[in-house]
């Protein structure tokens, strides 16, 4: 086993500190523009003042910080190893010896550190954040008692409590409406007993109001039991469905153990899970997507960024940090459109930028 040596830990420095001082650059940007450009226009709805917005925006910060991180490694790698490069101490180290090879592991090492916490960070802070965001908007600006959950909603309208596992906005033939999925009511008494319990596949909220499909109700007497199978129901409520559809979690939003389980349950009850395999096997795919963008881009430091400025750096590294991004929609969208396994279609994207990668890597050492 090589273990990291002096040089390794200078190069992993140079470029830890380049990519945080990048990516702290980009999230305060993106911050300040969620803020100014996004929840501005929403204060003084409800009860949702300045202070809710900075509070809803800040929850929102590890969010963004998975998001942007990849971007913020490719453009602070490239200012990081530009600066070496500049300064001539990459050809003073290629002088004694060290690799191309070499200095991109020592590259890649010093991304991985940040990479693993940004994916701890996308299992935990990330949607712990993004569910105390939602609850905090949905209250300030509903009069409903609303609490926003890992995989759904909990909602309160008199006696009957209200619980939806998964939720998405639904579009066809022009029109837009509101679509729960795996709902429950609970109905209790005025004494707090339990009533009934109905369970319906399907809620959605149309133009005439709320309709429940593939309902099973089941109701609790003092000394007996009844049960009803109802196809379609119309269900009379004043739960706001704007608060309802912005606290159902995003699947983007949700860790990976619950989208795993909301995937389990649209296959076993016949439904499109495309959305929620997308996002999940990004979640798996997003240390390579790190690593592949970094590798492609690292052979500009052996000569080409020597005598190029900071614009010069930050260009590339945007235009790596593009190319992969329209790269993945666009293979994303292939895999949607002609539904074959959507991890072929992360997988093409990898497979181009490693070919960058291995073609630079070439030429560079002719």
Known sequence: MTFPKLHDLYIGRVVLGSVLITWAVVLGLDLLQAFLLGELKDIGQGQYGFVEALVYVAYTAPRRAYTLFPTAAVVGALMGLGQLAATSELTALRAVGLSRRRLSGAVALALAVLTLLMVANGET????????ADQLKAQAR???AILAQYAGVWAREGDVFFNARSGQ???ANGDQWLELGNVSLYQFDDEGRLQSIAQAAIAEHRPSG???RNVTRTTFGATSVQQQVIPIERWKTQLDDAALAASVTRPRYLPSRDLAQSIDYFKRNGLDAG???EIYWGRWFYPINVLALCLAAVPFAFGS???GGMGKRLFIGIVFALGFWMLQTLFGNLA?????DVRIAMLLPLAVMFGVSAVLFRRRSG
């Open 275 to 277: 959305d929620f395999e």
């Open 305 to 307: 960024l020597r005598s």
């Open 142 to 144: 509903s009069n409903n």
């Open 336 to 340: 949607q459109a002609f539904h074959f």
């Open 125 to 132: 802070l990330t949607p712990w954040g993004q569910r105390k």
């Open 210 to 212: 709320w309709v429940l």
């Open 169 to 171: 906005q639904r579009t």
